[in-house]
């Protein structure tokens, strides 16, 4: 069950049984990372290989996850969720994030060995306040967050390595709540659809990969 619904889900149910089921939720600070594939670097993979290669990398980016204590919330094609939420929660997403983007390079290096595609991936990191429990009917459920911080972290999600040519892009509120060993590199502030106020971007490497920070924009 586990590996359908996820750790954290099935530990809920265990833990709450029969209330697990129930519409009820709660507010609570987290740190979203949403991450996705902004290309292949061979489109024309032959379908019938596809599906091995997408287990490889699924297998890849949700064992990272879970290693550092995430809670991996949907998957949708090649894009992940994935949220934070004990004491620490942006510090851990970070460290994840930057995880993720080297375990990618070493998944590279062995997929070029093997003959198969090398990814490039985008990540968004935010931190704020989602609501959290089951949504949908009493006949089909889904234990989620929902809220405008998880459409924020998506967005920023969509920015990366493609606008502004860092893997992994951060808001002021998770880099308020991280410590200085990430240094993460003011972008600019953007104004999101929806949002008053403009929300300022922070770029991490999450490699030893030099960046120029004018070209990045």
């Given at each position: 069950?586990?590996?359908?619904?996820?750790?954290?889900?099935?530990?809920?149910?265990?833990?709450?049984?029969?209330?697990?089921?129930?519409?009820?939720?709660?507010?609570?600070?987290?740190?979203?990372?949403?991450?996705?594939?902004?290309?292949?670097?061979?489109?024309?993979?032959?379908?019938?290989?596809?599906?091995?290669?997408?287990?490889?990398?699924m297998?890849?980016?949700?064992?990272?996850?879970?290693?550092a204590?995430?809670?991996?919330?949907?998957?949708?094609?090649?894009?992940v969720s994935?949220?934070?939420?004990?004491?620490?929660?942006a510090?851990?997403?970070?460290?994840?994030?930057?995880?993720?983007?080297?375990?990618?390079?070493?998944?590279?290096?062995?997929?070029?060995?093997?003959?198969?595609?090398?990814?490039?991936?985008?990540?968004?990191?935010?931190?704020?306040?989602v609501?959290?429990?089951?949504?949908?009917?009493?006949?089909?459920?889904?234990?989620s967050?929902?809220?405008?911080?998880?459409?924020?972290?998506?967005?920023?999600?969509?920015?990366?390595?493609?606008?502004?040519?860092?893997?992994?892009?951060?808001?002021?509120?998770?880099?308020?709540?991280?410590?200085?060993?990430f240094?993460?590199?003011?972008?600019?502030?953007?104004q999101?659809?929806g949002?008053?106020?403009?929300?300022?971007?922070?770029?991490?490497?999450?490699?030893?990969?030099?960046?120029?920070?004018?070209?990045?924009?």
């Open positions: 069950m586990a590996a359908y619904a996820g750790q954290s889900v099935l530990d809920r149910v265990l833990k709450l049984k029969e209330k697990a089921f129930t519409l009820d939720r709660q507010s609570k600070e987290m740190t979203m990372v949403f991450t996705n594939v902004v290309k292949l670097s061979d489109p024309d993979f032959v379908a019938a290989g596809m599906g091995a290669f997408y287990d490889r990398y297998s890849m980016v949700i064992s990272v996850i879970t290693a204590d995430g809670s991996v919330d949907t998957l949708l094609g090649y894009g994935s949220y934070w939420s004990e004491e620490g929660h510090e851990a997403a970070c460290t994840c994030a930057e995880t993720l983007v080297a375990s990618l390079e070493d998944m590279n290096q062995e997929n070029k060995s093997l003959g198969l595609p090398t990814v490039t991936i985008r990540i968004g990191v935010h931190t704020g306040i609501s959290q429990g089951n949504y949908g009917s009493r006949e089909r459920l889904k234990f967050i929902l809220g405008d911080a998880v459409n924020l972290a998506s967005s920023v999600c969509g920015l990366a390595n493609s606008y502004y040519k860092y893997p992994i892009l951060l808001t002021e509120p998770t880099k308020q709540n991280i410590s200085q060993r240094a993460p590199t003011a972008v600019e502030a953007i999101v659809k949002l008053e106020e403009p929300v300022m971007l922070y770029g991490l490497l999450g490699s030893n990969t030099a960046v120029n920070t004018d070209a990045a924009r």
